[in-house]
T-cell receptor
Framework: KAGVTQTPRYLIKTRGQQVTLSCSPI?????VSWYQQTPGQGLQFLFE???????NKGNFPGRFSGRQFSNSRSEMNVSTLELGDSALYLC??????????????FGPGTRLTVL | KNEVEQSPQNLTAQEGEFITINCSYS?????LHWLQQHPGGGIVSLFM???GKKKHGRLIATINIQEKHSSLHITASHPRDSAVYIC??????????????FGTGTRLQVTL
């Protein structure tokens, strides 16, 4: 079974631009979560999607948004990029049920550099 | 104070040594995760625990819910175990297991 895939793997943008990152979950997984990792703040939760609905959101400004499609693939978008948005963006997928907690499987990440 | 604290931050061991990494948390959790991150960024989930102990190969993870503490043990360490080990928790008040709160990680280097 193929793992979680993320595209692109590397991206260089300039301040003020916007960027869209893509995540394809493991087949059969309907929950996708996004995380940001920076040297200063470590790993932080961005948001989670299930059945095309955002179920939870971390403490990030509105410039960070996402969506999930009917095939469970997810995209996140960052508008008006700032230097501080340079980070490794990871997505993770899992089976989901309301009454239990499931292991998350992480993708390789997209390394975004903002110049 | 961070909700999830790990110790030590850095650890150097010789091949074959028994290694312990500790994680303490200060909030109610539904599950605790141990993750491994190699240089280059990819993260692998090692364990997800809500009670007791789990073992996979040379790795053992334990959790004590009353003491809000978990340990990750590596027996007979090997240079390929060199990585950053991250403890993460699913908080009980978030309504979802996927909103993980992370520790700062323990950087392990195993030398020959």
């Amino acid at each position: 079974k193929a793992g979680v895939t993320q595209t692109p793997r590397y991206l260089i943008k300039t301040r003020g631009q916007q960027v869209t990152l893509s995540c394809s979950p493991i087949s059969g997984h309907r929950s996708v979560s996004w995380y940001q990792q920076t040297p200063g703040q470590g790993l932080q939760f961005l948001f989670e999607y299930f059945s095309e609905t955002q179920r939870n959101k971390g403490n990030f400004p509105g410039r960070f948004s996402g969506r999930q499609f009917s095939n469970s693939r997810s995209e996140m978008n960052v508008s008006t990029l700032e230097l501080g948005d340079s980070a490794l963006y990871l997505c993770a997928s899992s089976l989901w049920s309301p009454s239990s907690y499931n292991e998350q499987f992480f993708g390789p990440g997209t390394r975004l550099t903002v110049l | 104070k961070n909700e999830v604290e790990q110790s030590p931050q850095n650890l150097t061991a010789q091949e074959g040594e028994f290694i312990t990494i500790n994680c303490s948390y200060s909030v109610g959790i539904s599950a605790l995760h141990w993750l491994q991150q190699h240089p280059g960024g990819g993260i692998v989930s090692l364990f997800m625990l809500s009670s007791g102990k789990k073992k996979h190969g040379r790795l053992i993870a334990t959790i004590n819910i009353q003491e809000k503490h978990s340990s990750l043990h590596i027996t007979a360490s090997h240079p390929r175990d060199s990585a950053v080990y991250i403890c993460a928790v699913s908080l009980t008040n978030t309504g979802t297991a996927s909103k993980l709160t992370f520790g700062t990680g323990t950087r392990l280097q195993v030398t020959l």
